[in-house]
């Protein structure tokens, strides 16, 4: 059975965004993404939540092209224009987007398929409605979590609806020069 690895950013005080969405307290940078860029190259499935996909659709096919673009930059355009990109969404259901699946209906089911095919993992980049949804089905298997060294006060919570308790195993912390600690815990089966 395929993984499915959520990376998430969250702040210090547990939030994956503002309350408003704002997401411009995130630190990235070249270190982080060399790090992360070793378990993207490890998946060949993307899988976002609508909000988040359109976010990725505005930038990443094209960041390659760019004058100034980082090595990060035509990596990840490459491998995000290559991979099989899987949205959760009602709104975009029944659009036909290159080399993308909609799921709109039955998300639990259509995911655990999706883990049943043949494949490397699945990754969910942010997507924190998306992600509500499978760690409450306990769909998602390791989670790494990007704690950046920021208190927001307010905003969407990193983990919320959960009906029982999760049991984690660390596997791996990684502190980064500028500030940011990689969590990285495997969901413990029952």
């Known amino acids: 059975m395929r993984k499915l690895v959520q990376f998430m950013h969250v702040s210090l005080d ?15 940078d070249e270190e982080i993404f060399d790090y992360a860029g070793d378990r993207t190259s490890a998946s ?6 609508r909000v988040t996909f359109d976010m990725m659709e505005g930038y990443w096919p094209t960041a390659a092209d760019q004058p100034n673009a980082s090595r990060h930059d035509i990596e990840h355009s490459h491998w995000y224009k290559n991979v099989h990109k899987v949205v959760l969404s009602k709104t975009l259901k029944g659009k036909n987007l ?3 699946e909609i799921i709109s ?11 049943q095919a043949p494949g490397k993992e699945i990754i969910i980049f942010g997507s924190p409605s998306a992600s509500h949804t499978l760690m409450q089905a306990g769909l998602i298997d390791d989670i790494w979590i990007f704690v950046n060294p920021v208190l927001i ?9 959960l009906r029982e308790r999760v049991n984690l195993k660390l596997l ?9 600690v990689c969590l990285h815990y495997e969901r413990i089966k029952k």
Do not use: C
């Open 172 to 180: 791996k912390t990684h502190a980064f020069k500028n500030g940011v």
């Open 14 to 28: 547990g939030f994956v965004a503002g309350p408003n969405g704002e997401m411009d307290w995130i630190v990235v």
């Open 44 to 49: 060949d499935t993307g899988l976002y939540g």
């Open 153 to 161: 006060g307010s905003g969407i919570p990193l983990f919320t609806g």
């Open 105 to 115: 209906d039955n998300v639990v089911a259509e995911v655990q398929r999706l883990k």
């Open 98 to 100: 290159k080399n993308t």
